[in-house]
């Protein structure tokens, strides 16, 4: 059974229980995973956050939740029409759709958050029901080639913003790679630096711009090259806690999304730079640590992800230096220093 089938007959199964409920005159419920903070639990084996066994229920029988397994209904059955008919639409769209339905939703984070709801309940992701975010993900540039319906296409003719990966980047196919590693960075700027400094040829590398916090589509494109091509995979991001947390979301997932990091965490990723020690022993440019960012750093500090001895000696060391860095500080030292000096010294270090 194709993934396309195992949608459909997993959104008709929940119309299915309600009408079973309802032929044996019992009250409709519907059992959803609980997503609350006391249900997602560090999984130290698998390295990321997963969901843990509790359930909730949300009945019929009670006046509050009526328009909840409302809304999840008309979204499933949204779904379903879009999966059987092979189609998508945006999240923005479904809730534009959704004010023709006799059960609308008072914004659009509402409705996003139905259809997480609706993923966890279904153990899909919104993707596999035809749902589609806004933005699409990471470009990556190098010797890689896609096989997109019935497209060939290789990274390195798709011009030097790169081959875009889309949200249904499941659907694509490796056809033919010659690379060694993956080397992604936070910004575009970064990313433009080294296609210019043909980092893919020297390093062997894909080059991936991740456009600041990465895409799921852009996690799960980490993921496969790294799971189903052996390619090791380091990020490369600025000197601050929100790069940190940038990498830690492709490494160990996020809370938010425990329910799917089993198919967007790639635990094996390693955190290239810029770290503390990188803004010491290259005498890097830098900006003051503002309260919010001492604040951020502590919370790191006492997270499950960072509890590795390398992390915690970096969250101290940029405490004590009380000092962040961005990736494009490098070019103090020239615009080449990073692809020339940098990246090289970095890899054999961690290689």
């Not at 923005?92 to 259809?115: A, C, K, L, P, T």
């Not at 490369?236 to 979301?249: E, L, Q, R, S, T």
Request: with cysteine; hydrophobic share 35%; glycine share 6%.
């Amino acid at each position: 059974m194709n993934k396309k089938d195992i949608a459909v007959n997993k959104l008709k199964s929940l119309g299915d229980i309600i009408l079973e409920d309802v032929h044996q005159n019992n009250v409709p419920a519907i059992k959803v995973p609980s997503r609350g903070t006391s249900n997602i639990v560090y999984d130290t084996d698998k390295r990321y956050y997963v969901l843990g066994d509790r359930y909730g229920k949300r009945s019929l029988g009670n006046v509050k939740q009526i328009t909840k397994i409302a809304q999840m209904v008309y979204v499933a059955n949204f779904c379903k029409d879009l999966v059987r008919r092979g189609k998508t639409a945006t999240l923005r769209e479904m809730y534009y759709v959704s004010e023709g339905w006799d059960v609308d939703f008072g914004d659009q984070q509402e409705s996003n958050i139905v259809g997480e709801d609706l993923e966890v309940t279904l153990g899909m992701t919104r993707e596999d029901l035809g749902l589609m975010p806004e933005e699409d993900g990471a470009s990556v540039y190098g010797n890689i080639t896609f096989q997109d319906d019935d497209v060939e296409i290789n990274a390195l003719r798709a011009g030097k913003s790169g081959y875009t990966i889309s949200p249904t980047i499941d659907e694509v196919d490796f056809v033919d790679h010659d690379v060694r590693r993956v080397i992604a960075v936070e910004t575009m700027g970064m990313f433009h630096r080294m296609v210019q400094e043909n980092a893919y040829k020297k390093f062997d590398s894909l080059i991936v711009g991740l456009k600041g916090q990465a895409a799921r589509a852009t996690r799960r494109f980490l993921k496969r090259v790294n799971e189903e091509l052996n390619l090791p995979v380091y990020i490369c991001n600025d000197g601050d806690p929100w790069g940190f947390h940038i990498a830690m979301v492709i490494i160990s997932g996020s809370a938010k999304l425990a329910h799917v990091n089993h198919q967007l965490a790639t635990p094996d990723a390693k955190f290239l730079g810029v770290t503390a020690s990188d803004i010491i022993n290259y005498d890097l440019p830098t900006d003051p640590l503002k309260d919010i960012d001492v604040l951020r750093l502590k919370e790191l500090s006492k997270d499950p992800r960072y509890k590795d001895e390398a992390w915690q000696m970096e969250i101290k060391k940029m405490l004590k230096i009380g000092k962040k860095a961005e990736q494009q500080s490098f070019s103090k030292y020239g615009l080449e220093y990073v692809v020339d000096t940098y990246l090289p010294e970095k890899l054999e270090s961690m290689e």
